[in-house]
């Protein structure tokens, strides 16, 4: 992945640790990168350990590339739906590094399909991945946050809208989980200097599901630095504004400034198709 300039000035994040998860790839490759250009150490955590022909990339490389910038990371391979997995994500980069200041819950499983037509293994892989795991990750986080004095916790779910539903009921219940986590933790640290919210894309985004789930093609698409600029943006904003809601890309993008987001697109001149407001992901083809 070529990672393209960023829009917004880069935070310093130097001495902070991060960790991201499903960062193998996609739109978490692109957050880890973008977070380790700001200085942060990045915990790339992702199942993949090799790179296949349908999902291209892997931890390691994601590594690589970061430690080719002159950033600093971690791989650790891990299966979100281990519970005993996820505590030893979370036990081995405070042994490893110390503190935590950052988790971003981007890892997702992907199933838009008809109730009918789900299966009850379908539907408990969807709950484990999107739903389980951030609210184990994030209640393992945060003993260590309160005990330096602060943190950010920020799950990469969609906003409650009902109009998504009909043909991703099981992916909606999962994903709108994910941002109730958001918003009902936030409130119960109300006070403290811990910030947690969702955030978005309002359209779709460059990533192996938009090409493998053929969800249009480059024309309706935006790079996925779209989000990875917009995970920094919110990194800037104090703990009670950032924290307590679903924000969109856009949104927190123009609260730091940036209104022109063209040059995200995939294609000169294209049109990204968005999924939210219009009753979600398209159909796929």
Not at 141 to 170: D, F, H, T, Y
Not at 264 to 277: A, K, L, S
Request: charged share 20%.
């Amino acid at each position: 992945m070529s990672l393209q300039s960023s829009l917004i000035p880069l935070p310093d994040l130097a001495g902070q640790v991060a960790i991201v998860t499903g960062a193998s790839r996609g739109i978490g490759k692109a957050i880890a990168l973008r977070l380790a250009e700001a200085g942060a150490t990045v915990v790339v955590a992702a199942k993949s350990e090799r790179s296949r022909d349908l999902l291209p990339g892997s931890i390691h490389q994601t590594v690589a590339e970061i430690e080719e910038a002159g950033g600093k990371a971690l791989a650790m391979r891990i299966d979100l739906r281990d519970e005993a997995q996820v505590a030893a994500l979370v036990a081995d980069t405070l042994e490893q590094c110390g503190r935590i200041d950052l988790l971003v819950n981007n890892a997702g499983a992907l199933w838009m399909q008809p109730v009918a037509e789900t299966p009850l293994k379908r539907f408990d892989l969807v709950h484990a991945v999107n739903a389980r795991a951030p609210f184990l990750a994030a209640s393992l986080c945060l003993p260590a946050m309160r005990a330096q004095g602060g943190g950010r916790i920020l799950n990469i779910s969609p906003p409650l809208e009902l109009e998504m539903l009909p043909s991703k009921v099981a992916y909606c219940m999962s994903k709108f989980g994910q941002s109730l986590l958001s918003m009902g933790l936030a409130a119960e640290l109300r006070g403290e200097p811990i910030a947690v919210a969702s955030l978005w894309p309002a359209t779709i985004v460059e990533s192996q599901a938009s090409i493998n789930h053929n969800m249009g093609g480059p024309e309706w698409w935006r790079k996925p630095e779209v989000v990875a600029d917009a995970v920094l943006a919110w990194m800037t904003l104090g703990v009670e504004e950032a924290s307590g809601k679903v924000w969109l890309d856009e949104e927190v993008l123009a609260a730091v400034g940036v209104e022109d987001l063209s040059p995200y697109n995939c294609v000169e001149g294209g049109q990204p198709m968005r999924i939210v407001g219009v009753g979600g992901w398209p159909k796929m083809g």
